[in-house]
């Protein structure tokens, strides 16, 4: 229903201010009137402004979507389940998006447009499978497999999130010992060399000449960073620029193959979820490839979207030099060749994210060692850096 604004008239003859959700102006003033107000002045209120921004938290929305999903089997109607939960949602992100998809839903809208209104909780695909299982009379199971999804999709991202903590910060703290044993130690040392007149070897003036450029051109260097920082920003949104960056991504040792395995997984959960809640395969293929995450395999999606189009099977419509893992063709294959594309796509899902998990543990392990073997070397090179010297003088001593 409309949500109305109106000025009234009190039973004790003050002004006050009301905001009611109806039918339509006339049913809003014979509420009124029921209570004893005296209606003045009514309009139609605005959203508040944000409010179409709203983002839930994954595990707070997909709680939602299962209390939805168990209403409607137990035969509650759709706009009776959702002022329930408007109701009993705490103050907050969630009875505000609750109340507003229920009262467009009371004055007849479909859910799934209704919730189109909050753009970021609500994307072109999960909207999509929310009108398909309306239309289907399937929309208890349409949510049951949203929230599926959603459950696995936002595992695989704490889990990514967790293993690269340890890793983020070695890798922080070896930055900030480096710089502060070349930017504040070395010319410490550079400064007694200097006053001794030592014959300094090859390996000490070289860490004493990065040591003074460090120095003199951090603000340059910073500078700099910041340049590159900008520009990739910038140039996020250049189609050649992603095209580009991706492609060398996915040939990245080790890690290559964990960006491709999650780009498989995610294309298949889209793909699949769209395919299962009845939305046309060149819909769903469309759908799936602009959320892979990876412009490159976006675009060999899109260009064997095509070859669908005029009647060749997915697996046989993509380029020859695909990217994606060798086991996707056959998985397609075989779901297209026995009528069961939604289950093959399910099969890769689930591949393609043990997949990704178990090459990001090896890339973990690997990258730990990496990390510590770099620091041990440069501290070693650092301090052997300085001890040549102190070496030589002391055997200069020793020889008098």
């Known amino acids: ?52 921004r709203i983002k839930l938290p994954s595990r707070d929305f997909i709680a939602l979507l299962h209390q939805l999903e168990l209403q409607l089997r137990a035969g509650v109607t759709a ?37 189109r209104f909050f753009e970021r909780q609500f994307p072109p695909h999960v ?13 208890p199971l349409a949510l049951h497999s949203l929230a599926g999804h959603l459950a696995d999709a936002a595992e695989l991202r ?14 922080t703290a070896t930055t900030g010992l480096i710089v502060f044993l070349v930017g504040g130690v070395v010319p410490q040392f550079a400064a007694i060399f200097t006053s001794l007149r030592l ?42 620029f992603r095209l580009t960056r991706d492609r060398l991504l996915l040939r990245t040792p080790v890690w290559g193959e964990v960006i491709r395995c999650v780009a498989t997984a995610r294309f298949a959960a889209h793909a699949r979820l769209l395919v299962e809640a009845g939305i046309p395969l060149l819909d769903a ?11 490159l395999l976006s675009r060999q999606i899109h260009a064997a979207r095509d070859g669908v189009a005029v009647g060749r099977p997915l697996h046989a419509a993509l380029p020859a030099a695909h990217a994606f893992p060798a086991f996707f063709v056959a998985a397609l294959k075989s779901g297209e060749t026995t009528g069961q594309l939604g289950a093959a796509l399910h099969h890769i899902e689930t591949y393609a994210s043990a997949q990704a998990r178990d090459r ?23 301090a052997l850096s300085f001890f040549l010297p102190l070496f030589a003088l002391l055997g200069g001593v020793n020889a008098r």
Request: charged letters at 20%.
């Open 158 to 171: 704490r889990t990514a999130r967790r293993a690269l903590i340890y890793p983020t910060v070695v890798l």
């Open 1 to 52: 229903m409309p949500l109305y604004s109106a000025t009234v008239i009190g039973p004790q003859g003050r002004r006050l201010s009301v905001t009611e959700d109806a039918r339509d102006v006339a049913s809003l003033r014979e509420i009124l009137r029921q209570r004893n107000l005296w209606p003045l002045h009514v309009t139609e209120a605005r959203p508040p402004a944000g409010l179409h």
């Open 127 to 139: 909207a999509a499978v929310i009108g398909a299982g309306e239309a289907s009379a399937q929309l």
């Open 199 to 240: 014959d300094l070897p090859v390996i000490t003036r070289v860490l004493i000449a990065a040591s003074e450029g460090l120095r003199q051109s951090w603000l340059l260097l910073g500078g700099g960073m910041l340049v590159l920082g900008a520009a990739a920003w910038f140039l996020r949104e250049s189609r050649r």
């Open 79 to 115: 706009d009776v389940a959702l002022a329930q939960l408007a109701a009993d949602a705490p103050k907050g992100d969630a009875r505000r998006m609750l109340a507003h998809i229920h009262r467009e839903v009371a004055g007849g809208r479909p859910i799934h447009e209704a919730c």
């Open 360 to 382: 990001l543990a090896t890339a973990l392990a690997l990258l730990e060692p990496t990390i510590l073997a770099t620091l041990t070397a440069v501290v070693g090179v650092i």
């Open 285 to 295: 293929l469309k759908q799936g490839a602009d959320l892979t995450g990876n412009a």
